[in-house]
């Protein structure tokens, strides 16, 4: 998992468009960085996001190591269907 991630990428682990992450964002509901091709969102604050989301629908924990490792799988997966792969 990268240091930083986009706001495609938090979206697609969110089940969000790019639009509402940024949207969120703005808003202050998520802590991100502006650089010039756009937001990036600390590694920390998706990690963050990712465990109130599954503690929220499945009443279940996980620890950071499950949880980096499902946000790859989240990445991966939707980075080859993006590229057609």
Same mark, same amino acid.
């Given at each position: 998992?990268?240091?930083? *991630? =986009?706001?495609? @990428?938090?979206?697609? &682990?969110?089940?969000? =468009? #790019? $639009?509402? &992450? %940024? /949207?969120?964002? +703005?808003? $202050?509901?998520?802590? #991100?960085? !502006?650089?010039?091709? $756009?937001?990036?969102?600390? !590694? #920390? /604050? ?7 989301? &599954?503690? %929220? /629908?499945?009443? %279940? !924990?996980? =620890?950071? %190591? @499950? *949880? /980096?490792?499902?946000?790859? @799988? ?5 980075? #080859?269907?993006? +590229? $057609?792969?």
């Amino acid at each position: 998992m990268d240091d930083h *991630l =986009s706001t495609k @990428q938090v979206g697609w &682990i969110l089940e969000k =468009s #790019a $639009g509402s &992450i %940024r /949207e969120m964002i +703005q808003s $202050g509901e998520i802590e #991100a960085v !502006r650089l010039p091709a $756009g937001y990036r969102v600390p !590694r #920390a /604050e998706v990690l963050r996001l990712a465990r109130d989301r &599954i503690e %929220r /629908e499945s009443d %279940r !924990r996980v =620890s950071d %190591r @499950q *949880l /980096e490792r499902l946000i790859d @799988q989240v990445i991966a997966t939707n980075t #080859a269907r993006t +590229q $057609g792969t």
